[in-house]
């Protein structure tokens, strides 16, 4: 069976064609541009591939993404209508991304960032961290990664809060949802973790407005994608002293252009898009599952909800 690996760059494919072809060597892998036959190429495995390119394939019956953001395959203009869309979830991926935020959570509580100033300057200053018990970190987004990284947090002894489309109830954790919820929940959050999906209702969701409505002194962990933040307001917010620091792991343009201020702003920690990745041994068996789900007509994995746009 003839399946179309596309990736941005390639050479990726050299990375998953072992992995995947070991789980079914009945795998016809099709690396683009060189995929043949159009009319052969059933299923399609790709990552930012290339916007026009998935219309040429009358058989398509699948297309498998090999991350969990699904914003790229949408905004493709010529996406072939009723061609069902899957997304990745993974056990080590959501780990990867509950760490990340522990990580810069943590950071932040403990003052991490001023000690290490302090030892470089050889002074020795006694510094409190907040109660972790009235200190709430606010999650946009409660889906896969969102409710791992609430629960792992609020296992520390934060407050956990959230914020969904749909409503919830949780434990151990405040939720909020909709536009209604948003700002009673900002009004809370001395840290605030970005885990949404990039859709035309959450793009630009962290700008002036929403960052006013953060508590002073406020830090913003972003790990989603950079569509979410308009930089200049979060910019302005960390001039003024209103926001204390931002981590931010994704950007609209990767890597950020070499005069970005992002990249020496003192309160700005830049990581290159490394939260949460996909490994070919971890995610390829999903990908093959799904492949052969989709031949056979059977239900699929993970599938995205196109007019919902996650
Ligand atoms: P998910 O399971 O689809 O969860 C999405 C969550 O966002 C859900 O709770 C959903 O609400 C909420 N949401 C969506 N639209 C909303 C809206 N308009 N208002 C309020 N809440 C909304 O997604 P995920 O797997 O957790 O992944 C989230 C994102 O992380 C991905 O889309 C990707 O962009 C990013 N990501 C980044 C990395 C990295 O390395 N930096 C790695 C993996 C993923 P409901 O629960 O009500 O549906
Ligand atoms: C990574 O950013 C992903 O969406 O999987």
């Given amino acids: 069976m003839a399946v179309l690996v596309q990736f941005s760059d390639g050479h990726f494919f050299d990375d998953w064609a072992p992995m995947l072809r070991a789980l079914d060597p009945t795998l016809d892998l099709r690396n683009w541009p060189d995929f043949g036959k159009a009319e052969e190429i059933e299923a399609a495995v790709v990552w930012r591939h290339v916007y026009g390119s998935l219309n040429q394939f009358p058989n398509l019956k699948v297309i498998c993404n090999v991350g969990a953001g699904v914003e790229h395959i949408l905004a493709d203009p010529e996406l ?3 061609v069902p869309i899957t997304r990745v979830i993974d056990p080590r991926m959501t780990g990867a991304m509950s760490e990340y935020m522990i990580l810069h959570v943590l950071r932040y509580h403990r003052r991490l960032d001023e000690t290490v100033r302090n030892q470089a300057a050889k ?11 009235t200190t709430t970190i606010g999650i946009l987004g409660l889906g896969e990664l969102g409710l791992d990284a609430a ?7 934060f407050r ?21 919820g948003l700002k009673p929940f900002l009004n809370q959050c001395k840290m605030l973790i970005c885990l949404l999906p990039l859709t035309p209702e959450t793009a630009s969701i962290i700008n002036a407005e929403t960052l006013a409505a953060l508590p002073q002194g406020a830090y913003v962990i972003n790990g989603a994608r950079g569509g979410h933040v308009v930089d200049a307001d979060l910019i302005a917010a960390l001039d003024s002293g209103h ?5 931010l792991d994704v950007f609209p343009i990767e890597p950020p252009a070499q005069d970005d201020p992002y990249w020496t702003h003192p309160r700005v920690t830049i990581t290159p898009h490394n939260a949460a990745d996909s490994f070919p041994e971890d995610v390829a068996p999903q990908l093959v599952e799904n492949i052969r789900r989709a031949v ?15």
Avoid: C, Q
């Fill in 243 to 247: 926001i204390a620091g931002a981590t």
């Fill in 296 to 310: 056979l007509g059977e239900e699929l994995l993970n599938v995205v909800m196109r007019d919902r746009g996650y």
């Fill in 123 to 133: 002074v020795w200053e006694y510094l409190a961290p907040d109660n972790a018990a």
């Fill in 151 to 157: 629960a792992k947090i609020g296992a520390l002894g």
């Fill in 160 to 180: 956990m809060a959230g914020w969904s489309r749909t409503k919830k109830t949780l434990p151990g954790i405040e939720t909020f949802h909709g536009t209604a």
């Fill in 80 to 82: 072939p209508d009723g």
